[in-house]
């Protein structure tokens, strides 16, 4: 029998792009979303404009403090059940050749994209088991292709698919999947274009400019609706795979939700 009990997604990175997109569309199904950001002010606007369901918590998740943030603002909520976890906060920087790579900039990168990823789900597991709820990781293409200069990024959405398996692996009373979104017209994009010519091969860098000046980068809203569905819809089947945002298995998923 379906839970009568209000459902909850935490969001990280909610504040804009993806990440914003899929908190709107989970509100716009009746879901709260605890959006997480680094900034306040980033979230007002959504926080004003999506209130009530909409609730704001700036917290820097690479530290304890973040980290405790978060827990709270879920404790906060009393008795709803916590249905999903969207890890989708993540950095593309530093771009640069291995072989020159600040391993300062390559340590606080992994900090981002993976380690504050693994400990914002520990401290999320026991809610998360409890209401046998989903952990959604963000990924990337660059998990599985590599490109010159982002070393970095590749590491680490790789390391994250390895991880959303072991969670998978690990967990029996929680879901863990990991999406491609595709090429997003997001601030990421812009990055790629305006700073990665200097690292990146060309015919790569190329394309990133051309699916921009072409408009064939996909609004944000489109990945944003399979992530927002498996949030709250994802099936044990699922568990352990690593998707594309348009793969028939999470289309079949989408459809039905949105009926």
């Known amino acids: 029998m379906p839970s009568s009990l209000k459902k909850l997604v935490v969001v990280t990175g909610a504040s804009r792009g993806i990440g914003r997109a899929v908190s709107e ?17 980033a979230l007002q606007g959504l926080a004003q404009r999506l209130a009530p369901s909409f609730i704001a918590c700036a917290a820097d998740i690479t530290t304890p403090a973040g980290v405790d943030l978060v827990h709270s603002a879920v404790a ?8 999903g976890l969207v890890n989708n906060a993540g950095v593309l920087e530093p771009i640069a050749k291995l072989a020159d790579v600040d391993l300062s900039l390559l340590r606080a990168h992994l900090e981002t994209n993976v380690v504050s990823v693994v400990s914002l789900t520990q401290r999320l597991l026991p809610q998360l088991r409890a209401s046998r709820g989903r952990v959604v990781n963000v990924s990337s293409g660059a998990a599985t292709g590599a ?7 590749c590491m680490g959405k790789a390391a994250l698919n390895m991880l959303t398996q072991v969670l998978a692996c690990e ?32 015919e790569q860098h190329c394309k990133f400019t051309r699916l921009h000046s072409e408009g064939a980068l996909l609004p944000p809203e489109r990945p944003a609706a399979s992530i927002a569905c498996l949030a709250v819809c994802a099936e044990k089947s ?22």
């Open 238 to 259: 699922h568990s352990g795979m690593f998707y594309s945002w348009d793969s028939p298995e999470i289309a079949a998923l989408v459809d039905a939700w949105t009926l």
């Open 171 to 202: 967990e029996d009373r929680v879901v863990a999947v990991s999406v491609r979104p595709g090429v997003v017209a997001t601030d990421m994009q812009a990055l790629i274009r305006n700073e990665g010519g200097a690292a990146m091969k060309p």
């Open 76 to 83: 906060a909520q009393g008795d709803a059940e916590l249905a």
């Open 147 to 153: 490109y010159q200069g982002w070393g970095a990024y």
């Open 25 to 41: 569309i989970l509100v716009a199904h009746e879901v709260t979303v605890i959006g997480v950001a680094r900034s306040a002010d």
